[in-house]
């Protein structure tokens, strides 16, 4: 299905911009082959094609790619989130929504208000503060709803009670935005009253085996195409039907004798009817060495490569046209071309 072609060392935050190949090699931005003067310790891309830095000094940068300039910036940016037309900056001591389209400052947040993270979706903008999620519509900055975590129960960790927090935002179908919370527990909020409508505690109905543990990381997809959500983790691939958020087991992996099983860690991506995994294989390592491509309808493996010596694979393979990209702990960017094109 796919045929390596290249790999590339020592390379920090693979990312694309225009389906243009872009990452840190060497401690230098590089996009599309074009080295950019700047040293980048991270870096966000958004929907306008700007890209936000902040380099090794801890200095901040936009970079505008169809200019090719360069500005430097004289506040904090937040790259702890994805970057559409809003960004959150710090400036005099306090956080700020900046609109990335006119560079205007829209709104600016109570200083005590901690923000975790963010995610904004057409004009709706939801901030993450610890234990509560606070709902505007912009650009008007009017603040339509908040929802408090303290009002939905805890959970317990390692004999400690716990708060349940964000771990991703999976997005927006049909006006509900839907959450990934801690302890695997999926919920979903009317986004325009910010009112509970489903809610589904994933850990106490797949993860009640000790020998099957199911992870919050990654593992939650939006497939809005077929009206469902994908939730593969571990060793359990999950259906959850996005109109009544009945959920269905598609499969469990560890019913396969041990030399057959697979384990999938975390890091996967739903793309074209495909999800693509970073998984261990027959129990050979702590940590993943294959990559591969599966049929979320069935849960078979339709392809798989076991890469060797990578230290772990901790990021989900990327897809742009018909090559797959893939980094390691140890910093190498395997690239594979696919050979199938009815795949």
């Known amino acids: 299905m796919f045929e390596f072609k290249d790999k590339i060392r020592n390379v920090k935050e693979v990312s694309?911009?225009?389906?243009?190949?872009?990452?840190?090699?060497?401690?230098?931005?590089?996009?599309?082959?074009?080295?950019?003067?700047?040293?980048?310790?991270?870096?966000?891309?958004?929907?306008?094609n700007n890209i936000w830095i902040k380099d090794n000094l801890w200095e901040n940068y936009r970079f505008d790619f169809i200019t090719k300039s360069l500005i430097k910036l004289n506040f904090n940016i937040s790259l702890n989130s994805d970057i559409t037309e809003y960004i959150i900056i710090f400036k005099d001591k306090k956080s700020r929504c900046l609109s990335v389209r006119d560079n205007r400052e829209i709104i600016t947040f109570n200083g005590i208000?901690?923000?975790?993270?963010?995610?904004?979706?057409?004009?709706?903008?939801?901030?993450?503060?610890?234990?509560?999620?606070?709902?505007?519509?912009?650009?008007?900055?009017?603040?339509?709803?908040?929802?408090?975590?303290?009002?939905?129960?805890?959970?317990?960790?390692?004999?400690?009670?716990?708060?349940?927090?964000?771990?991703?935002?999976?997005?927006?179908?049909?006006?509900?935005?839907?959450?990934?919370?801690?302890?695997?527990?999926?919920?979903?909020?009317?986004?325009?009253?910010?009112?509970?409508?489903?809610?589904?505690?994933?850990?106490?109905?797949?993860?009640?085996?000790?020998?099957?543990?199911?992870?919050?990381?990654?593992?939650?997809?939006?497939?809005?195409?077929?009206?469902?959500?994908?939730?593969?983790?571990?060793?359990?691939?999950?259906?959850?039907?996005?109109?009544?958020?009945?959920?269905?087991?598609?499969?469990?992996?560890?019913h396969e004798t041990k030399e057959k099983q697979w384990r999938f860690m975390k890091n996967t991506l739903a793309e074209d009817g495909l999800l693509y995994f970073t998984a261990d294989y027959a129990w050979q390592y702590v940590t993943p060495s294959y990559i591969g491509v599966m049929n979320p309808n069935t849960g078979d493996v339709l392809w798989s490569q076991q890469l060797e010596k990578t230290g772990g694979i901790n990021e989900p393979p990327q897809i742009r046209g018909t090559k797959l990209y893939i980094r390691t702990v140890t910093k190498d960017l395997y690239i594979f071309e696919k050979q199938d094109k009815n795949i």
Request: negative net charge; aromatic residues 14%.
């Open 16 to 48: 694309f911009l225009n389906n243009e190949l872009c990452f840190i090699e060497n401690n230098k931005l590089i996009i599309g082959g074009v080295l950019l003067d700047v040293s980048p310790m991270l870096y966000k891309i958004d929907s306008l």
């Open 113 to 254: 208000d901690k923000i975790k993270n963010y995610f904004s979706f057409q004009n709706y903008l939801f901030i993450n503060h610890i234990n509560y999620l606070q709902s505007y519509i912009l650009p008007n900055v009017n603040s339509k709803w908040q929802f408090s975590f303290d009002n939905i129960g805890t959970y317990q960790f390692q004999g400690q009670t716990k708060v349940y927090e964000v771990k991703s935002f999976v997005g927006v179908d049909n006006n509900v935005l839907i959450l990934m919370l801690s302890n695997c527990r999926i919920i979903s909020l009317d986004i325009n009253t910010g009112a509970l409508q489903y809610d589904i505690k994933l850990a106490e109905i797949y993860g009640k085996d000790s020998g099957n543990f199911i992870d919050v990381h990654n593992t939650l997809h939006l497939d809005i195409k077929n009206n469902r959500l994908l939730f593969l983790s571990n060793q359990t691939l999950v259906h959850i039907n996005l109109s009544n958020f009945s959920h269905t087991l598609i499969k469990e992996y560890q």
